[in-house]
């Protein structure tokens, strides 16, 4: 009857198993990717995924067709009535130049609409609107709110897949900044604290000490009870206090530390910078410009004036290196808003430890 019981538990316990590690596999699975590596992996397969998806989308032969043959049809008509009033034009050289003159106007709103309602760049530009390059460059301005504007979606399909693209991919990319953000702001100011901060700390700490322990003496021969041999015996076991406490920095120490503005200005400016080197050389830009371009994207400002690869999407035609060039540029600009989140969290720290100090002084003046 034993066997029996303890054969059912092991069948029960079996069974239980199997469906529960499913369940822990799955809780895994989860927690990787929400963890700091899977959020990584996580906004970039996202980017590409919504790569993939507008190409699909948006890169079908009659969606730029039908523009592209519109336009064409008008400049063929254009030349043709030109044609027209030169070879049989019977009108004075005044009458003749504004009738030209109002057949080429016509031209260019035509032209004018195309380009502001259907963003028209030309029959070459408008084959390669859609490309890996630059749907990769789309998805990553939706989800991290810089919006070029080069490229827009025509279709409805399109239009209705950006919105529910950016619902889900700007709260994510959010929880990037804040997750990425947050761990270079503390992998640095251990950086800091160890590196810029070690010796100083030492120094610091040992002249506190040797105050305190001075203060301590004087109040100490006020007392005409205490023992020298206890006294001494005391300020021994400061010395080894001493010597112990400023041997090293413990993690919790190096959180406490406070980083400077005028540091995380320099990180931030020689980020641009570096950045306008890269972009000067990929893009064929001026170094200002360059730089120009760098604080708009990383501030999310997006103007659109100056877009990474242009010279990509109009060159490239499918070519791998370029190609690699360009997911590295994409790759500068969210690694730089982490960098600029984790900056600006160091600045907010600096300056409410100061707005802190200045609040104790005013405690301590005003008492």
């Not at 203060?215 to 112990?244: A, F, H, I, P």
Request: hydrophobic fraction near 40%; proline fraction near 1%.
């Amino acid at each position: 009857m034993e066997r029996k019981r303890s054969g059912r538990r092991y069948y029960n316990k079996r069974k239980k198993t199997w469906t529960q590690q499913c369940k822990d596999y799955l809780r895994q699975f989860i927690a990787f990717l929400f963890s700091n590596i899977g959020i990584i992996c996580l906004v970039v397969g996202y980017t590409i995924a919504g790569a993939f998806m507008f190409i699909f989308i948006e890169s079908a032969p009659g969606n730029s067709q039908g523009i592209i043959d519109l336009v064409t049809a008008n400049r063929t008509g254009t030349v043709a009535r030109l044609w027209d009033l030169t070879c049989c034009s019977t009108y004075y050289e005044d009458d003749w130049r504004t009738e030209v003159q109002m057949h080429l106007r016509s031209f260019q709103s035509h032209v004018i609409e195309a380009v502001r309602n259907f963003s028209y760049e030309g029959a070459s530009k408008e084959m390669e609107r859609w490309t890996f390059s630059g749907s990769f460059l789309y998805s990553l301005s939706v989800i991290t709110t810089i919006g070029y504007g080069n490229v827009t979606p025509r279709t409805l399909l399109g239009k209705l897949a950006t919105i529910l693209y950016a619902i889900v991919g700007m709260p994510l990319f959010l929880l990037y900044l804040s997750n990425i953000g947050d761990i270079l702001a503390k992998s640095f100011k251990w950086i800091y604290a160890k590196c810029c901060l070690c010796r100083s700390c030492k120094k610091r700490r040992k002249r506190m000490l040797a105050l305190q322990r001075k203060e301590q003496w004087k109040m100490d021969m006020r007392d005409l009870k205490l023992n020298t041999g206890v006294l001494t015996e005391g300020e021994e076991s400061d010395d080894e206090g001493t010597t112990d406490g400023s041997s090293s920095l413990s993690f919790n120490d190096t959180q406490e530390v406070t980083v400077p503005i005028s540091l995380c200005l320099t990180i931030m400016v020689g980020y641009i910078s570096g950045g306008a080197v890269l972009f000067s050389k990929w893009e064929d830009w001026e170094f200002f410009d360059g730089s120009y371009f760098c604080f708009i994207s990383l501030s999310t400002i997006g103007f659109g004036d100056f877009v990474p690869g242009s010279k990509i999407t109009g060159t490239a035609n499918g070519s791998g290196s370029i190609q690699v060039s360009f997911i590295l540029c994409s790759m500068y600009l969210m690694l730089g808003m982490a960098l600029i989140a984790m900056c600006f969290n160091l600045m907010q720290q600096d300056v409410v430890m100061k707005i802190r100090t200045c609040t104790d002084i005013l405690r301590r003046i005003t008492r």
